[in-house]
């Protein structure tokens, strides 16, 4: 399983970060070459106050430790597996690679 973390706003839904906006297209493209045998949830997040709180879920947990967004985690049974963040998610192959060595 793969989760995105990405800013969206909440009204309109649409993602006015330019690492995520030019990061969607990329990530879909890499994970339609596996077919449909993945599983993505994407978490968007609203804005700074969001990702910059000590608060917010994904940032406080040590499992998920949110830094940056966009992020792709990829998980398994036991937890994450590893994660691409920003700048690393703007090149297709360095995606195949990331989904290569953790697609199960």
Avoid at 53 to 77: C, G, H, M, Q
Wanted: aromatic letters at 10%.
């Amino acid at each position: 399983m793969y989760v995105y973390v990405g800013r969206e706003s909440q009204s309109t839904g649409e993602s006015y970060c330019p690492d995520c906006t030019k990061a969607i297209p990329i990530i879909a493209k890499a994970l339609d070459s596996f077919g449909a045998r993945y599983t993505l949830l994407k978490v968007p997040v609203d804005g700074p106050q969001d990702t910059n709180s000590e608060t917010y879920a994904f940032r406080k947990r040590r499992d998920t430790n949110l830094t940056a967004v966009p992020t792709l985690i990829a998980y398994n049974s036991q937890g994450i597996t590893g994660r691409l963040v920003e700048s690393q998610l703007l090149n297709y192959n360095n995606i195949i690679r990331f989904l290569s060595s953790h697609f199960q």
